[in-house]
C-alpha cells in the first residue's frame, strides 16, 4: 500500500466531551458536537438552533468570513467537533481525493489535513460516475476517544483496495491498527468481496464500540458484487462480525446509510439477481451488532411486488429507513423506494414479505437520499426530495414535499418546487417549534433554500448559486451556521441574531 502523506498545521487538545451511547434522539441539540450523518443515530436530520425562527431564517446570509478550501469532490456531509477548552470548533470534510481536512469552523482556515494514499481511477474500474473514486461515505466520531472513521478506496499499483481508516481528531495521525483492509479481512471469515465492484456510499454508524461499514456497488450496476456490511472493533482494530445479501447485488448504498434505534441497526438494500426465491434484495433489515442473519420475519421486510422492484431496478436502498418514535411508546420505520412508494414499518416486528401496516405512493418519480423529521403533536413530519413529489390535492411537484406520519397512516402534507437533488434537513428552536425545511439545489439550480416545515411556504432562497454542490449533498448546522460542501470549498451562511 502507497504510504499517506500527512500534513499538521498544529494540533488541537481533544478531550472527551459525550459519550457513546446510541439511542435514537428526537433532535441534535444546539452547539453539540455533529458526529454522524444527520446528527443522531436515527438520521432524525433534526438540528436545534433556538434562535432560528421562521422570521430569522429570512435575514439568512452568507458568511464571508469563512473560507474553506479542501481537496477533491465531496459527497459526505461534514461533521462537526468542538475540543474542549478551544476557542474554535473544526469541521471535518472528506473528499474523492482521499483527503481528509479539519477547518476552522469560523474562519475556514485549514487545521490539518492528511492524504489517504492515491483515490482509484475511473480507468481501472468496470463502471462507476466518480471520477477518481476516494472517499465517498461519511465518516463517524467515536466521541469518546476523540477518534475519527472512515472508509477509503485506495488505488495499489493498480488494485483497488477497500481500507477502513482510524484517525486521531487531533492531528489526522492514524491511530495503531489501522486501516483495516476490508477484503483481507472479510476473506478471513469466508466472505468473497472484490473491492473493484463495491462502492461505499452510505454513511458509516457506531453501536456497541463498534463501527459499521456498509457497501454496494458502482453506478451502472456492473460485477457480481454484494450488499454488505462490515462491523470492526473499535479497540481492537479488525472485522469481528459480517452480513452480506444472498443473492447477488443488493446494495446497500443511501446516503444515510445504517440507521440505529433500540440497540438494533436498520438498513435497505437494492435490487438483487436471484431466481423466484426472495434472497434479499430490496428489503429493509434489523440486525443486532453481531449482524446474524435470521430468517424471522420480525426482523426484515420486503414489498410483495419485489421480483419487479429487482426487475425494474427499483431500489429500496435509494434511501435509509428512518426510526420514528411516536407517543405512547409507538415504534415505527418508514422507507422510501425508488418506485415512488412510501412503507410504514412496526419497527418492533417488520413484518416479512408484504408486511407493512400501510403503503402510499409518495411520489411519481424515484425517491433518493435521506430523510428528515420532526414531531407535530401526535404525529411526525417527515420531508424528503423527489422530481415528482405527490401533493395533498392529489398533483404533483417537482422538487420538495412532507408527508405525516401517525401509527397507522400516511398522509400528504405539503409540496413545493425545488431545482435540484439536495437532501433536506430540518432546524426547530426546541425540537418542534419553527420547523425549517432547508434543501441546496443541487446540481440544479445549486441554491440554498429553506421552507415552513408546517405548511411547506417558502422562506429563503440564496442570492447566488453554491459552486460545485454534487447531488445528495447534506447541510450541516452548527457554531450559528449552515456548512455546505461543495467540490474544492465549503461555503457557510448565518443569520441576524433575533
Known amino acids: 500500500m502507497r504510504n499517506w502523506v500527512m500534513h499538521c498545521r498544529f494540533a488541537l487538545l481533544l478531550a472527551c466531551a459525550f459519550g457513546t451511547g446510541v439511542a435514537a434522539r428526537a433532535a441534535t441539540p444546539a452547539d453539540a458536537n455533529i458526529t454522524m450523518y444527520h ?9 436545534v438552533s433556538p434562535g432560528l425562527s421562521f422570521q430569522v431564517a ?15 469532490a465531496v ?39 492528511v492524504t489517504l494514499g492515491s483515490p482509484v481511477p475511473h480507468s481501472i474500474l468496470d463502471c462507476g460516475n466518480i471520477n477518481p473514486l476516494g472517499i465517498t461515505g461519511t465518516p463517524v466520531i467515536e466521541s469518546q476517544h476523540g477518534a475519527l472513521y472512515l472508509d477509503a478506496m485506495v488505488d495499489r499499483n493498480g488494485t483497488p483496495q477497500q481500507l477502513v481508516f482510524g484517525l486521531n481528531l487531533a492531528s489526522g495521525a ?57 462491523g470492526l472493533a473499535i479497540d481492537k482494530p479488525g472485522v469481528v462480525a459480517a452480513w ?19 440497540g438494533s441497526l ?89 408486511g407493512q401496516i400501510a403503503d402510499r405512493p409518495a411520489a411519481k418519480s424515484a425517491i433518493v437520499g435521506a430523510m428528515a423529521t420532526f414531531p407535530a403533536q401526535s404525529r411526525a413530519i417527515v420531508a424528503f426530495q423527489a422530481r415528482r413529489a405527490l401533493c395533498p390535492d392529489g398533483g404533483f411537484s417537482g422538487g420538495l414535499a412532507a408527508i405525516a406520519i401517525t401509527a397507522n397512516t400516511i398522509t400528504p402534507m405539503w409540496c413545493a418546487p425545488l431545482d435540484g437533488r439536495g437532501v433536506p434537513i430540518v432546524t426547530t428552536t426546541d425540537s ?35 459552486p460545485g ?23 457557510a451562511f448565518t443569520w441576524n441574531p433575533p
Open 39 to 47: 446528527g443522531d443515530p436515527a438520521r432524525s436530520g433534526n438540528f
Open 75 to 113: 459527497y459526505a456531509q461534514p461533521l462537526y467537533w468542538h475540543p474542549k477548552g478551544a476557542t474554535h470548533g473544526m469541521l471535518i470534510v472528506v473528499t474523492e481525493q482521499n483527503e481528509v481536512a479539519a477547518l476552522d469552523a469560523i474562519t475556514g482556515r485549514t487545521i490539518w489535513h
Open 174 to 230: 492514524v491511530l495503531p491498527g489501522w486501516p483495516v483492509d476490508i477484503q483481507h479481512s472479510l476473506r478471513a471469515r469466508g466472505f468473497g468481496f472484490k473491492p473493484q465492484m463495491q462502492n461505499q456510499r452510505a454513511a458509516l454508524a457506531l453501536l456497541d464500540h463498534r463501527v459499521f461499514v456498509a457497501y454496494g456497488g458502482n453506478d451502472g450496476d456492473c460485477g457480481p458484487y454484494h450488499g454488505v456490511i462490515a
Open 432 to 466: 418542534r417549534s419553527d420547523p425549517i425545511v432547508w434543501v441546496d439545489g443541487a446540481q440544479g439550480d445549486d441554491r440554498l433554500h429553506a421552507y415552513n416545515g408546517d405548511t411547506g411556504a417558502p422562506l429563503y432562497t440564496s442570492a447566488h448559486p453554491i
Open 244 to 262: 452480506r445479501t444472498r443473492g447477488t447485488k443488493g446494495g446497500i448504498w443511501a446516503p444515510g446509510g445504517i440507521s440505529v434505534a433500540g
Open 266 to 354: 436498520f438498513f435497505t438494500t437494492g435490487n438483487t439477481e436471484t431466481g423466484p426465491d426472495w434472497a434479499d434484495g430490496e428489503g429493509v433489515f434489523r440486525l443486532k451488532p453481531n449482524l446474524a442473519a435470521t430468517a424471522d420475519p420480525d426482523d426484515f421486510y420486503a414489498p410483495a411486488n419485489w421480483k419487479t422492484l429487482d426487475e425494474e431496478d427499483l431500489d429500496m436502498s435509494g434511501v435509509g429507513p428512518l426510526p420514528i418514535d411516536l407517543p405512547g411508546g409507538v415504534h415505527r420505520l418508514l422507507a422510501l423506494g425508488k418506485d415512488g412508494e412510501a412503507y410504514l414499518l412496526n419497527r418492533d416486528d417488520l413484518g416479512g414479505i408484504g
Open 469 to 491: 454542490v454534487q447531488h445528495f449533498q447534506t447541510i450541516l448546522v452548527a457554531d450559528h451556521r449552515l456548512y455546505i460542501a461543495g467540490d474544492g470549498r465549503v461555503t
Open 58 to 72: 429570512k435575514t439568512l446570509h452568507r458568511d464571508r468570513g469563512f473560507a474553506g478550501a479542501v481537496d477533491g
